[in-house]
């Protein structure tokens, strides 16, 4: 199990940027997949960005060209950086986390983007 604490998150205007981070309590060199989802108040849960520890990265359609994730390994750390913010992207953001097979969420932080 790895434990996962989010920061950053919270109210930005359309167009703006926000930055958001996940400490992981482990090696993230050892964690297969880390990254963000979110999901929106009646809606299913979505994939945003993973990064993959052979070195890819996958991000969901509606945030391509957008967001973009990145890890840094000596501080255990994967954040999203989400700029030109639409409101739709307004959700609870969640980091999330592979390890030894098993899905790991954090608690998540809320993203609002006002019009």
């Known amino acids: 199990q790895v434990q996962l604490v989010e920061s950053g998150g919270g109210l930005v205007q359309a167009g703006g940027s926000l930055r958001l981070s996940c400490a992981a309590s482990?090696?993230?060199?050892?964690?297969?997949?880390i990254g963000w989802h979110r999901q929106a108040p009646g809606k299913q849960r979505e994939v945003v960005a993973l990064?993959?520890?052979?070195?890819?990265?996958n991000y969901g359609d509606s945030v391509k060209g957008r967001f973009t994730i990145s890890t840094d390994d000596a501080k255990n750390t994967v954040d999203l950086q989400m700029n030109s913010l639409k409101p739709e992207d307004t959700a609870v953001y969640y980091c999330?986390?592979?390890?030894?097979?098993?899905?790991?969420w954090g608690q998540g932080t809320q993203v609002t983007v006002s019009s």
């Open positions: 999330f986390a592979t390890y030894n097979g098993y899905a790991n």
């Open positions: 482990v090696n993230i060199r050892s964690i297969y997949s």
């Open positions: 990064s993959f520890s052979f070195g890819d990265t």
